[in-house]
């Protein structure tokens, strides 16, 4: 389970590598982002599945 202390080391660690005016950016798009892809998980596909190209025979069963 991730602890205050692991928090605390990755939050450091994150400002030396980016740089504390970066870092909220950073975690913005992060969110986003995820929050896109849930949205995109939980809408159905309106679309049928692509049937095969026309003069391509099928495999045989």
């Known amino acids: 389970m991730i602890g205050t202390q ?3 080391i ?3 660690i994150g400002i ?3 740089g504390a005016k970066k870092l909220p ?3 913005r798009s992060l969110g986003r ?3 896109e892809f849930k ?3 939980e809408e159905p ?3 049928p599945p692509a049937a095969p190209p ?3 025979p099928e495999a045989p069963k």
């Open 16 to 18: 030396f590598f980016f």
């Open 45 to 47: 596909t309106d679309q």
């Open 54 to 56: 026309p003069g391509k």
């Open 10 to 12: 990755a939050l450091t």
């Open 25 to 27: 950016e950073l975690s």
């Open 33 to 35: 982002a995820l929050s």
């Open 39 to 41: 949205k995109g998980l």
């Open 6 to 8: 692991d928090l605390l």
